[in-house]
């Protein structure tokens, strides 16, 4: 019989299923990591699937990972960056990447007999703006890998990490205004980069005049420290053809920018 690797990835617990697998997790940033259900076969669990702490060098934080399985565990555990969606905030861990640097997991790998033990982080080194916001991942597969209908279970867990600084900065640098899609989809948006330290929402309003005049609010959004985000300035659906100009007050941990822009249907 042919052995295949399955591996199964959830927000803080991974199903051991034979013949089955949930996708990738896609989060926001400002959101908390999604909860998959356990079955009675077992599985591997991570709690809490949240880590947030004022930044500082020394332990910021602990998990505890749970093997409920009959297996003994291989388990790795990496503190890695986010991949930040431009067009709605989401993310990804870059799972190519590592801030080991700044954060590491004590231990980093061990074996995990049935049971369960607890993982410190510690930050090694400051960050220049003073905090940090990563995800992490804990890898976990059979030490003796056994199939289960041809299928070998991995386990693919991931948690978030928010390393808040002990002063913060909020900053936004505000870039262009664009027009998006095509047709009725058309809608404005507004390219913004947090320069600051803080995960603070990002929203704010804009107002449009022109041949047609209209206001809206800004969806608001968690934007990674150094990550750009398009702000959703609304549906353009029924503007008459010509130019206009768009006015933002974009807002961010109590500081307000206001910018204009123009553009063209």
Do not use: C, H
Request: aromatic share 4%; charged share 20%; glycine share 10%.
């Amino acid at each position: 019989m042919k052995l295949v690797r399955s591996r199964l990835v959830a927000g803080a617990l991974g199903l051991a299923v034979a013949g089955t697998a949930t996708g990738s997790v896609i989060a926001r940033a400002d959101e908390s990591a999604p909860v998959a259900k356990a079955t009675q076969q077992g599985g591997v669990s991570i709690t809490p699937a949240l880590v947030e702490k004022t930044a500082k060098r020394g332990a910021v934080g602990t998990i505890t990972i749970k093997n409920t399985t009959k297996d003994t565990m291989r388990v790795t555990v990496n503190v890695r960056p986010w991949i930040q969606n431009r067009n709605n905030g989401s993310v990804v861990l870059n799972t190519k990447a590592s801030l080991a640097p700044y954060v590491r997991a004590t231990p980093q790998s061990f074996n995990l007999p049935p049971g369960e033990r607890r993982v410190t982080f510690n930050m090694r080194r400051m960050t220049a703006s003073g905090s940090l916001y990563a995800g992490f991942q804990v890898f976990a597969k059979q030490v003796k890998a056994k199939a289960r209908n041809g299928i070998v279970p991995q386990w693919d867990l991931r948690g978030k990490m928010r390393l808040n600084p002990a002063r913060k900065n909020p900053n936004l640098r505000i870039g262009a205004t664009d027009v998006a899609g095509r047709g009725n989809n058309r809608s404005l948006i507004l390219a913004v980069r947090n320069t600051g330290n803080t995960l603070d929402p990002v929203g704010g309003t804009v107002s449009i005049t022109g041949p047609t005049r209209r206001n809206a609010t800004i969806p608001q959004v968690g934007i990674v420290p150094g990550q750009v985000v398009y702000l959703n300035g609304g549906a353009l659906r029924g503007m008459k053809a010509g130019n206009y100009t768009a006015t933002w007050a974009v807002t961010i941990g109590g500081k307000r920018f206001n910018v204009k822009r123009t553009f063209k249907l």
